[in-house]
């Protein structure tokens, strides 16, 4: 099936957006079949010298640089998820006949077996393995992928009918997406890369756009607690699924102790091993999505052996008894928020790359839950003036940093034995970091460093 695709670009022309790790594997599948051109922003100089020369060889043409969308054209271009499908240049290149595609919407086109696919503001790459996990527990082969990291168009040919694919995707992807998956999960819609969207609307459209061809023989897994989610049912032609926090007598839900399938309780939340309430409702979705497939046993087994994803409230160490946990991928205030959640005694460390984000909410919760509230980047001056706001007389003690190193360093000063010093920045990365995960490996790398007293 990828040969007869590949072999539909034979000889034409394409472009690809972005050289990155996730486009390099398509790159390297393209280099030999058609006339290839990469457009990246960065400098030439700038790449790898042994991918450089790999693309030297291959013929490949490189636009790089600040107008490396200028004049881009191809019979097929490859967007990246990270530039607009609307930019200028991109609708200049389709006036002129350009097919402007991704490579995960070709690969849902192709896909030979049922794909779940989900989406959310939060707790997608949780509910992703979760889904992958349990799939895997009732003994399927499964694929995962998309936005958590892993391309799938270059391995379609390692994919049967009888596997199971499992895709999370971003915002960015779903902006011109034209399939849909067998089962979509939406685990919630909150304000969340308003830099980038036009709006509000837009992100909300950009979600809901998940659910847009799917059909009645299909399923789509919607929070009930959410109202934008909950609204979404009123337009999905799919089969609907919710989950809630609160009891109910359909669907999966939590009734305060224990995890409910119909009504009926299936699993103690104190088996499940990863912490905090939002990884309840992240379990209760995936539960959603497989249990027409994976039996009761198979997510009990998930429940009490999966451990969690790595910079999602990630236990790094205890030292002279203060526990310190990286939870790197907090790009948001309500991703903070599920996080201070799950403790007492917190020193939290926040703040980031400005994403056009209130954190008036957020401030009243700090209010509420930190004893001592220590700032850096961009967003370090907004988020303490939101804590200095809100209406609550407790406050907690606010120091500004240069950066994150300092940051750290003071949380082992100031902790005591007992203390959480959680990591969760609220933001995005990028004011000082390529992205999330090199943010929460520094994080590590910095805590793991630390002697004892």
């Not at 058609?34 to 636009?63: G, I």
């Not at 003994?139 to 998309?146: A, Q, S």
């Not at 609550?392 to 034995?417: G, H, M, V, Y």
Request: glycine residues 6%; hydrophobic residues 40%; charged residues 25%.
């Amino acid at each position: 099936m990828l040969n007869d695709f590949l072999l539909t670009l034979k000889g034409k022309s394409v472009s690809i957006i972005g050289a990155g790790v996730s486009n390099t594997p398509l790159i390297r599948m393209l280099w030999d079949i058609a006339a290839l051109t990469v457009h990246d922003k960065k400098k030439e100089e700038d790449f790898d010298p042994e991918f450089l020369t790999e693309l030297k060889l291959h013929n490949v043409k490189l636009v790089t640089g600040d107008g490396y969308l200028d004049e881009i054209y191809g019979d097929v271009i490859f967007r990246t998820p990270g530039v607009r499908p609307d930019v200028p240049a991109l609708e200049r290149a389709k006036d002129r006949g350009s097919v402007v595609t991704s490579e995960m919407d070709v690969f849902f086109s192709l896909c030979p077996c049922p794909i779940t696919a989900i989406t959310g503001s939060d707790g997608k790459t949780t509910t992703s393995t979760l889904v992958s996990e349990m799939y895997k527990a009732q003994c399927f082969t499964v694929h995962l992928g998309g936005n958590i990291g892993t391309p799938l168009l270059p391995r379609l040919d390692e994919i049967e009918k009888d596997h199971r694919v499992v895709v999370e995707l971003s915002s960015f992807q779903l902006m011109d997406m034209t399939h849909s998956p067998h089962i979509a999960i939406v685990t919630n819609v909150t304000p969340n890369h308003l830099d980038w969207h036009r709006g509000m609307g837009e992100y909300t459209d950009a979600k809901e756009r998940l659910l847009q061809k799917q059909t009645q023989n299909d399923i789509c897994v919607l929070n009930l607690d959410d109202d934008t989610t909950r609204a979404f049912a009123q337009r999905a032609q799919a089969k609907v699924s919710f989950f809630s926090m609160s009891k109910q007598e359909k669907g999966f839900s939590f009734d305060g102790e224990n995890l409910l399938r119909d009504g009926k309780a299936f699993l103690k939340a104190c088996d499940l091993r990863i912490p905090g309430k939002h990884n309840i409702a992240n379990f209760l979705a995936a539960s959603a999505a497989v249990c027409g497939e994976v039996s009761e046993e198979a997510l009990i087994s998930v429940a009490k052996n999966f451990t969690g994803v790595e910079h999602r409230i990630e236990f790094v160490r205890e030292l002279d008894g203060v526990k310190y946990y990286n939870d790197s991928i907090a790009s948001s205030p309500t991703r903070a928020a599920a996080a201070l959640a799950c403790f007492e005694n917190i020193i939290l460390i926040a703040g980031g790359y400005d994403k056009k984000i209130a954190f008036d909410q957020l401030g009243e919760l700090i209010c509420q839950k930190v004893d001592k509230l220590l700032l850096c980047g961009v967003t370090a001056q907004q988020i303490k003036d939101a804590v200095i706001k809100a209406p609550c007389q407790r406050k907690p003690e606010i120091i500004i940093f240069p950066n994150l190193t300092d940051t750290i360093l003071t949380a082992r000063k100031l902790a005591k034995s007992g203390d959480v010093v959680l990591f969760s920045p609220a933001c995005a990365s990028f004011d000082q970091f390529v992205n999330f995960a090199v943010r929460g490996r520094f994080f590590k790398d910095v805590v793991n460093s630390l002697k004892e007293v």
